[in-house]
């Protein structure tokens, strides 16, 4: 169970000026609990600044935990903490999930006196069963173990994800010393996403690891450090071709031209090395000479978007990010993505079509070498970002944002 800037700052909002709790609904009490209020101590000791240590500042301090499982409804939360107010106890952490309908709730909370501690069980698991939950109290000492130095965010995709892929990913954090402190599911579908909260590894090192083990099993992977930042409004830049859709476009071109081989080996000598990317991008367009410009709305209606993409998209959009692309395809195709997808911006090459065909020759315009890189580099500074944090997927292209 972790504790959280963020969590901490959303309690803080809810207290009134007085720094007492604020309480909302009707006078009906909680679920399984006898109306009346908590019968313990009275809010002024919802303060901040006095002199008590309390249990998450010192490791001697008498805790319980307490853990409830069950079939989920509402009110069983607010039934819980009811009861165990009436023993005046201080919570120290708190943390719920809910899994295909069935509840894990566990509290940690200050253990009361002595004299009362046994009291306390006997009511909570009576309060339990007459709700047919299962209660579980576990006595011990403080809060949680302190976390190790060096927080990261590993967000994973598989589609679908497999225990295979899992384990391997979670082999890997602890072979290089991280310590997984939560897991949660992000999304579902069209693509299964889950999060580590690690802790204990410096992000680039778990970065570069995961990289290379998420190749290799074939999974998407994304590590972020930890911290308030993650919730700042950032730009997404990703590359088109085998990352936001399926295909290749110029290879999609090529198969209407029939010189598809052709341009694959181009590609792969690039790949090898032989040629940098503005040769092979020229050789690979001078197979295009002669194709008629009518191929360019077939390609359009070829092109298959990654599973989960445009989800994606607007769910970033949804949070305020700017997205966009920069691509060594051709805009033909790019500017018909950003409108379809409702991208920001789009960057690539321009195929020059002349006399409704597109001669032999170079592009008109190519988003190459320097062109590419500017425009790069501006997109963020123009909204006063700065490059930061790369997505590694299992096909090695990286999408960047900041």
């Known amino acids: 169970m972790a504790n959280h800037p963020g969590e901490l700052f959303q309690a803080r909002s809810r207290l009134g000026k007085s720094g007492r709790v ?17 019968g313990g101590r009275t809010a002024h000791g919802a303060r901040y600044g006095g002199t008590t240590m309390s249990a998450s500042q010192t490791s001697d301090v ?40 069935r509840l894990v709730l566990c509290a940690l909370v200050t253990e009361p006196t002595v004299a009362s501690a046994g009291e306390l069980r006997a009511t909570v ?18 809060d949680n173990r302190p976390r ?20 391997a990913i979670a082999a890997r954090i602890a072979e290089t010393g991280g310590n997984i402190d939560r897991i949660f599911r992000l999304a579902k579908y069209p693509v299964t996403a889950v999060e580590f909260a690690v802790s204990g590894c410096g992000t680039e090192p778990l970065r570069t690891a995961l990289a290379t083990e998420a190749h290799s099993v074939g999974v998407d992977v994304a590590v972020v450090s930890a911290g308030l930042h993650r919730r700042a409004q950032r730009l997404v830049v990703m590359d088109v071709d085998s990352t936001l859709i ?11 031209a029939g010189c598809e081989d052709k341009v694959a080996e181009v590609t792969a000598a690039a790949m090898r090395g032989e040629l940098d990317f503005e040769q092979s991008l020229h050789a690979r367009v001078e197979l295009l000479a002669g194709l008629d410009a009518s191929v360019v709305d077939k390609v359009r209606a070829e092109v298959r978007l990654t599973p989960g993409a445009r989800t994606l998209i607007r769910t970033l959009k949804r949070l305020g990010y700017q997205v966009g692309v920069v691509s060594g395809g051709f805009t033909q195709v790019t500017d018909d993505l950003k409108e379809r997808l409702g991208l920001d911006f789009a ?23 320097r062109a590419r890189r500017g425009c790069c580099a501006g997109s963020p500074r123009r909204r006063g970002c700065r490059w930061r944090r790369p997505w590694r997927s299992a096909t090695g292209r990286t999408t960047w944002t900041c």
Do not use: M
């Open 125 to 142: 698991h009576s309060w339990a069963e007459s709700l047919k939950l299962q209660a579980e109290i576990i006595s011990g000492t403080g």
């Open 246 to 256: 399926q295909d290749e476009v110029i290879e999609l071109f090529a198969a209407h």
């Open 62 to 101: 008498p805790t319980l935990l307490v853990k409830i499982f069950g079939k989920d409804r509402p009110g069983i939360t607010a039934g819980l903490f009811d009861t165990l107010a009436a023993y005046s106890v201080d919570v120290v952490d708190i943390e719920q999930v809910v899994s295909r309908g």
């Open 22 to 38: 604020k309480t909302f609904g009707s006078s009906a009490g909680p679920l399984g609990c006898p109306q009346g209020g908590t």
């Open 347 to 369: 960057s690539a090459n321009t195929l020059e079509i002349v006399d409704g065909s597109s001669p032999a020759g170079s592009p008109a315009r190519s988003s190459t070498g």
């Open 148 to 167: 190790g130095e060096g927080r990261s965010h590993v967000t994973v995709l598989g589609h679908p994800l497999t225990a295979e892929q899992t384990a």
